[in-house]
Each structure stands twice: as C-alpha cells, then as structure tokens.
C-alpha cells in the first residue's frame, strides 16, 4: 500500500466515527515526521509506504488509510524534553537567545518552551536558575530545524 496523502487527522474526529473502525497505528520517532517518503510498518505488521505528493510534515494522529472498517492512523512516540519555564520576558529572551546560538529548535506551547533533552542546555538552565523539568511527552509536530545560509559575524 502507498499512501500519497493524508486523509485528515484523528484529532479533528468525532469519536463515534472513530470508535467504529479498527485502528492501526504506525509508531514514528518525531523526526521522521518530516520524511515525504518512507517505508512503514504498523502495529499489525502491515507494510506500508508513503510517498507525499505534496511536501507536508507528518503530525500525531495524521490518518493514512481509512475505510468503513479500518484506519491506519500515525503515533507519533513520546520524546525526552526539557520543558522549560521561564518566570518573565527576560528569562526568556536569555534562554532563547542561548537555544538559538546552538541552533537548538524548540516548540511553544502554551507558557512552556519545549527543546529535545540536552545535558548541556540541562546545567545552562541550572546555571542560569531558569525553571524546567525533564518530561517524556509527545509532541504534535516535528522538531525542525531552520535552513539557509547565514553568518556568525
């Protein structure tokens, strides 16, 4: 099976249109969220391939396949984050400012700053007395890196 589109996401669902099918799950790490084209496999060891014709990155809960039976439906795996917290706009500009200088992508939700755990960004937020915690969590969209040239002086 070749999936060139997403059909929706789970998400956006009511859940008796959801709870009527049989659900198969394909379990991604986030970073192969922004992957057009791979190879899958789902919990029912079904193959599966996809192949984007539009470039989209992939989210938790994206439906892949979906019949008046079944669904194969994306789960995207909990991630090691550090879940940063900064107590006012300063603390913020610091951290950002200091994420940004290592090229480290992070992600806002609500008040929380979320970047993948880093030993490193772990003792600079203890240095600088910035509230975090360690969490597994799993998040909606891929970590992404920004691209395209630019110079450091």
């Known amino acids: 099976m070749i999936i060139e ?11 008796a249109e959801i709870e ?4 198969e799950k394909v379990n991604l790490e986030s970073s192969d969220l922004v ?3 791979q190879r899958l496999k789902t ?5 599966i391939g996809v192949r984007l014709s539009t470039p989209k990155d992939l989210k938790d809960g994206d439906i892949l396949f979906m019949n008046d039976r079944s669904m194969i439906i994306i789960d995207v795996k ?12 300063q603390e ?3 951290i950002a400012h200091e994420l940004g200088n ?11 700053m979320l970047v993948q755990y880093d030993y490193l960004v772990e003792e600079l937020l203890k240095t600088k007395g910035i509230p975090f915690k360690r969490e597994d969590r799993k998040v909606k969209d891929a ?5 395209g040239a630019h110079s450091h002086g």
Do not use: Y
């Open 35 to 37: 992957k057009r084209v």
């Open 43 to 47: 919990d029912h060891n079904r193959d």
């Open 92 to 94: 913020m500009g610091v």
């Open 143 to 147: 970590f992404r890196h920004i691209t």
């Open 20 to 23: 009527k099918r049989h659900i």
């Open 5 to 15: 589109k997403i059909l929706g996401n789970v998400h956006d669902m009511d859940n």
């Open 78 to 89: 909990s991630d090691d984050l550090l879940v940063i917290q900064p107590n006012d706009i």
């Open 102 to 112: 290592r090229h480290m992508p992070a992600k806002f939700e609500g008040n929380e």
